[in-house]
């Protein structure tokens, strides 16, 4: 069986670094473990006991990521590098493929912002989000993205913290019927 791997963003607790590192999904639990204590900070080489698995990146860290260059290059930048999750990483699929299966919508700000910075990346992209309008699982998020960004970056500019406004918006939204 070809190797399965999560990609997983850790903040290092002795130096703040923010980084992705692999582990394995398809093994036992103590290659799991053995893989995880093999994990280095790869700012200061602090091992294991001092890394937080599951962090967020804030903006400036998100925007330190930004490269140039075509589309593709910069989605698979965003994809390595970036915080990932699963609603915008199907949106990523989407657009490299155009294929609206697996898509799944963002569940709450979190992923929400994951789905935007995608987008920040990859600038070109937004205007195709009116492409998903008719999908039955994006569609309502689709027809409302721009007032649905305007909104969350009025409330919480740098996209983390509390933005109640947006939440009540998402979950008003996703309680229509699909267009
Ligand atoms: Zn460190």
Redesign the pocket.
Known sequence: MAPQTTSNLCR?K????AFRTELPTNVPVEEWVAALYEVR??????GTG?LGIGANLSQEEDMALRIDGPADVRAANWHDRAEIGASAVSLYRYFLSGSTEGLCVPDDLSALRRCIRLLEHVPEWTERMSELSADPKWGWLAANWPRVVDLFRAEAPTLTGPAPGTQLLLAELSSEEPL
């Open positions: 290092c002795s130096c703040n670094t900070c790869p700012s200061c080489g602090a001092q």
